[in-house]
């Protein structure tokens, strides 16, 4: 199994410009997350999709969109991008455990906006 | 609002000896707490979890602490090494939804 992958692993726009983050799961996990890292940070929750068909604004909505194609793929869209959306974005995908969940992260997409 | 914050943001710790990462959390809803690592360049990977309902946990060469009284975290690394070099961070949940509120982290630095 490839576990969580995501496309492309570097990305640089100019503001303004459009672009979509791509993620997939082999590991038929219902629930799919994208955070974003900023240096020094830990990950802030920006859309998740419990299931298929289903999806919620996490911390920072704002500036995304998300789009849950099936089980296995959850893509992130910035419509008009702004340097305050420079970082790393890590997909996550999770199966339910008793009380909580264990989230496998992607990689991550390193995103520069100029 | 609700937070999970780190006392340390540093480490270093020499080979052989056991770490001890700490954790602040303030939602005293949270039922599940989690520890991942984060190695340069890569995506957090699961370390140990532990539920609401449990004082101590332990993994290989981990141990996670719980102490709900004064809401603190710990991680425990016995004999740590040169490959435990990452950074740490602990994670909150509710038991509903599995959204997970990340801490700042502790970046660990093991000298040989």
């Known amino acids: 199994n490839a576990g969580v992958t995501q496309t492309p692993k570097f990305q640089v726009l100019k503001t303004g410009q459009s672009m979509t983050l791509q993620c997939a799961q082999d590991?038929?996990?219902?629930?799919m997350y994208w955070y974003r890292q900023d240096p020094g940070m830990g990950l802030r929750l920006i859309y998740y999709?419990?299931?298929?068909?289903?999806?919620d604004k996490g911390e920072v909505p704002n500036g995304y969109n998300v789009s849950r194609l099936n089980k296995r793929e959850f893509s992130l869209r910035l419509e008009s991008a702004a340097p305050s959306q420079t970082s790393v974005y890590f997909c996550?995908?999770?199966?339910?455990?008793?009380?909580?969940?264990?989230?496998?992260f992607g990689p991550g997409t390193r995103l520069t906006v100029t | 609002g609700e937070s999970v914050g780190l006392h340390l943001p540093t480490l270093s710790v020499q080979e052989g000896d056991n770490s001890i990462i700490n954790c602040a959390y303030s939602?005293?809803?949270?039922?599940?707490f989690i520890w991942y690592k984060q190695e340069s360049g890569k995506g957090p990977q699961f370390i140990i979890d532990?539920?609401?309902?449990?004082d101590k946990r332990q993994g290989q060469r981990v141990t996670v602490l719980l102490n709900k009284t004064v809401k603190h975290l710990s991680l425990q690394i016995a004999a740590t090494q040169p490959g435990d070099s990452a950074v740490y961070f602990c994670?909150?949940?509710?038991?509903?939804?599995?959204?997970?509120?990340f801490g700042q982290g502790t970046e660990l630095s093991v000298k040989p």
């Open positions: 532990i539920r609401s309902n449990m």
């Open positions: 939602n005293s809803a949270s039922d599940y």
């Open positions: 994670a909150e949940t509710k038991r509903q939804g599995g959204k997970l509120i």
């Open positions: 999709s419990a299931s298929e068909g289903t999806t």
């Open positions: 590991m038929n996990h219902n629930s």
């Open positions: 996550a995908s999770s199966v339910p455990l008793a009380g909580g969940h264990e989230q496998y």
